[in-house]
C-alpha cells in the first residue's frame, strides 16, 4: 500500500466522521417538528419553511465551497463550517421568535453544512483514483449512520430535557467532533491521469459550466431525486405519529432509514465501479420511486418500519453517484465546481420538497398528496437520468 493509499484511508475517516455529525444534525430538524410546533406553536408548513431555507443556504454554500476547495484545499473550508454550525446550533436552543430560528437553524446550519459535503466528497475521490465509487460511497455513507444516530438521541434528549437543552448539546458536540477530524485533512498528491479520462475543456470556469448540457441533465436529475425524497424523509416521523405510532418509535422509522441508507450507498458505490455509475443510477432511480409511491398504502407501525428500510435502501443508493457521474463528465480540475454547482441546484429540490410536504400537510390535514406527487417527480428523475450521453461526445455547450 503506497502513502497515498493509507493517509487517503485517514482522509476518508475523517471525512466519514464529519458528514455523520453534520447531516445528523441537519435532519434532526424532523425529530424538532412537533416539539417546536407544541411548544412554540410554530406550525408545520413554517418549520418546514425553515428547512426550505437551510436548503438554499446549504445549495449557495456548497457552489462556493466546492470552488475555495478547488484552489485552497478542503481543510480550511470545513473548518469554517464546523464554526458556522456550532454556532447554528447553540443559538437555536436559544431562539425565542421564528425568525431568530430561520437565522441560525436556516442560515448558520445551512451554511455550516455546506462547507462539508461537496470539499469531503471531493477530497475523497481525488486520493482514491481508481476507486471513485467506494471513496464517494462511504462519505455519502455518513449521512445514513448520522439520520441512524442522532435521530433517536435528539428524541430521547427531547423527551428527558427539553427541546432548547437538545440544541445546546448537540451544537457542543458537533464543535468537538467536527474541528478536531477537520485538522486531519490534507490535499491528495497530483496523480497522472489515464487517457481514457475525460478532461474538461481548456478554461472551463464557473461561467462557462452553465452552459454545458451534461451539466444540467446531472443536476436537474439530481434535483428531481432529492425534490422526490425531501418530503417523505422530512415528514417521516410527523407521519408515522399522525398514523398512532409512538414518539419515540417514530423517530426509530427514521434511524432505520439511515441504517438501511447506509447499505444502499456503500453497495451502489462498489457496483458503480463494476457496472457504471449512470447504469446503477438508473436502477437507484426505479426503486425509490416505487417506494415513494407505495407509501400510501402504509397505516401500521409495521409497515411504516418496513417501508423506512426499503426506502432507506433506494435513497441512499443513489445520492453518492452523482459525484462519480460529475467527475466523469468533468475530470478532475474542475469537478469541486462542477459538483458544487449540481449539489446547490440539489439543495433547492431538497427544501422544496420538505416545504411542499408542510403546506400539504396544513391545507389537506394528511400527506397523500405528498407521496403522489412526490412520486411522480421520483418518476421524472428516471427519465432525465436516461438522458445522459457518453461524457466525450455530451462534453459541448448547450
Known amino acids: 500500500m503506497n502513502d497515498r493509499s493509507s493517509y487517503g484511508w485517514v482522509v ?3 471525512a466519514f466522521v464529519i458528514i455523520t455529525m453534520a447531516v445528523g444534525t441537519l435532519f434532526s430538524l424532523a425529530v424538532f417538528l412537533k416539539p417546536l410546533e407544541d411548544s412554540m406553536g410554530w406550525a408545520r408548513s413554517s418549520v418546514s419553511a425553515i428547512a426550505l431555507l ?6 449557495l454554500g456548497s457552489f462556493l465551497a466546492g470552488y475555495l476547495s478547488d484552489r485552497f484545499g478542503a481543510r480550511p473550508v470545513v473548518l469554517g463550517g464546523g464554526v458556522l454550525l456550532g454556532a447554528g446550533l447553540i443559538l437555536s436552543g436559544r431562539a425565542e421568535a421564528l425568525w431568530q430560528f430561520y437565522v441560525s437553524f436556516g ?3 445551512g451554511f455550516g453544512v455546506s462547507c462539508f459535503y461537496v470539499p469531503l466528497t471531493v477530497t475523497a475521490v481525488r486520493w482514491f483514483e481508481h476507486r471513485r465509487g467506494m471513496a464517494a460511497s462511504i462519505v455519502s455513507s455518513g449521512n445514513g449512520l448520522g439520520t441512524l444516530a442522532l435521530a433517536p438521541l435528539t428524541r430521547w434528549l427531547i423527551n428527558n430535557y427539553d427541546w432548547r437543552t437538545a440544541f445546546l448539546i448537540l451544537g457542543e458536540f458537533a ?3 467536527v474541528i478536531p477530524a477537520a485538522l486531519l485533512l490534507r490535499r491528495a498528491p497530483a496523480a497522472t491521469l489515464p487517457a481514457s479520462q475525460p478532461a474538461p ?5 464557473a461561467r462557462r459550466l452553465w452552459t454545458f448540457r451534461p451539466f444540467w441533465a446531472i443536476a436537474l436529475t439530481h434535483f428531481a431525486c432529492c425534490a422526490a425524497h425531501s418530503g417523505p424523509i422530512f415528514h417521516m416521523v410527523s407521519h408515522a405519529i399522525d398514523q398512532g405510532v409512538p414518539a419515540l418509535a417514530a423517530a426509530g422509522a427514521l434511524g432505520i432509514s439511515g441504517l438501511t441508507s447506509i447499505i444502499g450507498r456503500v453497495g451502489t458505490g ?6 457504471g455509475a449512470k447504469r446503477t443510477l438508473i436502477v437507484g432511480l426505479i426503486l425509490q420511486a416505487m417506494t415513494i409511491f407505495l407509501y400510501v398504502f402504509a397505516r401500521d407501525a409495521g409497515t411504516l418500519y418496513a417501508l423506512a428500510m426499503v426506502f432507506g435502501v433506494a435513497y441512499g443508493s443513489v445520492m453518492p453517484l452523482y459525484a462519480v457521474v460529475t467527475r466523469e463528465y468533468f475530470g478532475d480540475r474542475a469537478m469541486g465546481t462542477a459538483y458544487g454547482g449540481v449539489f446547490f441546484i440539489s439543495c433547492i429540490g431538497m427544501g422544496l420538497g420538505s416545504y411542499a410536504g408542510g403546506i400539504i400537510h396544513d391545507v389537506l390535514g394528511s400527506y397523500l398528496w405528498l407521496f403522489l406527487g412526490s412520486g411522480a417527480i421520483a418518476t421524472m428523475a428516471i427519465v432525465l437520468a436516461s438522458t445522459l450521453r457518453p461524457p466525450r461526445a455530451a462534453l459541448r455547450p448547450a
Open 107 to 109: 442560515v448558520l446550519v
Open 270 to 275: 462498489m457496483v458503480a465501479d463494476r457496472v
Open 201 to 205: 475543456e481548456p478554461g472551463l470556469t
Open 54 to 59: 437551510n436548503w438554499i443556504a446549504m445549495g
Open 175 to 177: 464543535l468537538i467532533v
Open 12 to 14: 476518508l475517516g475523517a
